[in-house]
């Protein structure tokens, strides 16, 4: 079965400085990954995804992120916070083998304070 | 491309009643999820449809719950009898077929049950 785990259920950074929000998985099988946003009262949106071509995964909004198979890890990272990016995040994998990318099993989530 | 459209976007409702959510998905997708989001958790997988086939449901379905999507359009989840612990955000997204085809999700419906 898959899992995953967001690490810190609440980051704060400074404006400028790197953003970082960790996500670990569990899979019995190779893992698609995916880290969605969530603004207040909003759907998520897709920040970017995993799918076992490359390692670095660019995304929206200058995020990125890097599937570590050795560390089951997929952290999320911006080098540069910007006041637009306070939203809550998450990490999520797909269920089962072969399935879709809308049957997903998402962590918990990381709320992200950005101060000015 | 106008996006997945779910209606009310706020519902109010008292402990006991019935209450019916609406999604619109993108015209072309024939996927179509719900998910479920309390607050300070991620969304959980509720059910999904392939056309109007209803391929999957989680045991989080309980028999209160039920969902449809009678001509593989629209999809509406009734939740008969509703208790507090029905607050929630429930989500909507749809997808295409296939394996490396993204799902786009709804703003959702926040209900409260008081």
């Known amino acids: 079965a898959q899992s995953v785990t967001q690490l810190g259920s609440h980051v704060s950074v400074s404006e400028g400085a790197l953003v970082l929000l960790r996500c670990n998985y569990s899979?019995?099988?190779?893992?698609?990954l995916f880290w969605y946003v969530q603004y207040p009262n909003q759907g998520l949106q897709l920040l970017l995804k995993?799918?076992?071509?490359?390692?670095l995964v660019k995304g929206i909004n200058g995020f990125e992120a890097e599937f570590k198979k050795s560390e089951t890890s997929f952290h999320l990272t911006k080098p540069s916070a910007h006041m637009s990016d306070a939203a809550e995040y998450f990490c999520?994998?797909?269920?089962?083998?072969?399935?879709?990318?809308?049957?997903?099993?998402f962590g918990k989530g990381t709320k992200l304070s950005v101060k000015p | 491309d106008t996006g997945v459209s779910q209606n009310p976007r706020h519902k109010i409702t008292k402990r006991g009643q019935n209450v019916t959510f609406r999604c619109d998905p993108i015209?072309?997708?024939?996927?179509l999820y719900w998910y479920r989001q309390t607050l300070g958790q991620g969304p959980e997988f509720l059910t999904y449809?392939?056309?109007?086939?209803?391929?999957?449901k989680s045991r989080l379905l309980s028999d209160r719950f039920s969902a449809e999507r009678p001509k593989g359009s629209f999809s509406t989840l009734e939740i008969q009898r509703t208790e507090q612990g029905d607050s929630a955000m429930y989500l909507c997204?749809?997808?295409?077929?296939?394996?490396?085809?993204?799902?786009?999700f709804g703003q959702g419906t926040r209900l409260t049950v008081v």
């Open positions: 899979s019995s099988v190779p893992p698609y």
């Open positions: 449809f392939q056309n109007e086939a209803q391929l999957e």
């Open positions: 999520a994998v797909i269920r089962g083998y072969g399935g879709s990318q809308g049957n997903l099993i």
């Open positions: 997204a749809s997808s295409r077929s296939g394996l490396n085809t993204e799902a786009f």
């Open positions: 995993y799918t076992s071509a490359a390692t």
């Open positions: 015209s072309e997708h024939n996927r």
